[in-house]
């Protein structure tokens, strides 16, 4: 019988391979961040960070959620904030972090890029809802345990329940259930849509030399014709029309954009007018 024997002068290389070894797999467990979150539901074209992602996908701090013109996602955190993002919609999420029971290490900060959401508050709210940020590019949108719908072009926000902060060109509005904000740019200062304006007719398309048309009509169609949009599930390209009209001088939707939003504009208009009880239907 052969009888095999150890080298010990081998001993020392086994212990430092076996060393790198335990080290490579800590470090392969320390770059793949833990889940912080489930794509819970998804429907048409939805990629996360490049990829098709299907529901049940997990979410990781750094990646970018994007759904095509046909396509929604849902998308539920550890505390149960929920994001359920429209067509043609780009969502990052930058810092994540709930600690049940821990309210002072509790942060969120997220970014809706393009496209339109609507946001559904968590535990965190109810914990440190100061730890919530959520950016766009024209806004930062603060929480105050709620529920709201934003679309971007410009940036139209619904509140559903509850109150937002919302901050542009260095000033804060808060609006509660009902309120509609309309902030045109990153220099322009937030500021409510009441139902007069919603109720107004869109302007017809500016003629070149002609003077621009009122703020308030910019306003309140912009925020119709976005909002629809949402309401609707109409693709990206609607949505790029409706903000383009609204952000360019003087721009306003076209006819076929008003009428799109004609379909949600007496809902709009029924939240807008829980905050003025007197004002006609």
């Not at 929920?82 to 969120?108: C, E, M």
Request: aromatic share 4%; with cysteine.
């Amino acid at each position: 019988m052969t009888r095999t024997h150890l080298n010990h002068d081998h001993l020392p290389r086994m212990a430092g391979l076996v060393a790198l070894l335990g080290f490579f797999l800590s470090a392969v467990a320390w770059a793949a961040p833990e889940a912080i979150g489930t794509l819970t539901e998804a429907q048409g074209r939805v990629e996360i960070n490049g990829v098709p992602a299907p529901a049940g996908a997990d979410l990781r701090l750094g990646m970018r959620v994007v759904t095509g013109s046909d396509g929604r996602a849902v998308l539920k955190f550890l505390d149960g904030q929920t994001v359920n993002l429209h067509p043609g919609s780009v969502f990052w999420i930058k810092d994540y972090r709930y600690a049940k029971g821990k309210p002072q290490d509790n942060r969120s900060s997220v970014e809706l890029l393009k496209g339109g959401m609507r946001f559904i508050s968590g535990s965190m709210s109810k914990e440190s809802p100061e730890a919530i940020r959520i950016d766009t590019p024209v806004a930062t949108i603060g929480i105050r345990g709620t529920e709201f719908t934003a679309v971007l072009g410009s940036l139209c926000l619904l509140v559903h329940n509850g109150a937002v902060a919302v901050t542009a060109a260095s000033q804060t509005l808060v609006a509660d259930a009902g309120q509609i904000v309309f902030v045109a740019d990153a220099g322009t200062p937030p500021r409510r849509v009441p139902a007069p304006e919603l109720r107004a007719p869109c302007a017809p398309s500016r003629e070149a030399g002609s003077a621009a048309p009122p703020a308030a009509i910019i306003a309140g169609c912009a925020c119709r014709s976005l909002l629809s949009v949402a309401a609707t599930g109409a693709g990206a390209t609607s949505s790029a029309t409706a903000a383009t009209a609204a952000t360019t001088a003087g721009g306003i939707p076209n006819a076929a954009t008003a009428a799109a939003a004609a379909v949600i504009g007496g809902v709009l208009i029924h939240q807008a007018n829980q905050d003025e009880p007197n004002a006609s239907p």
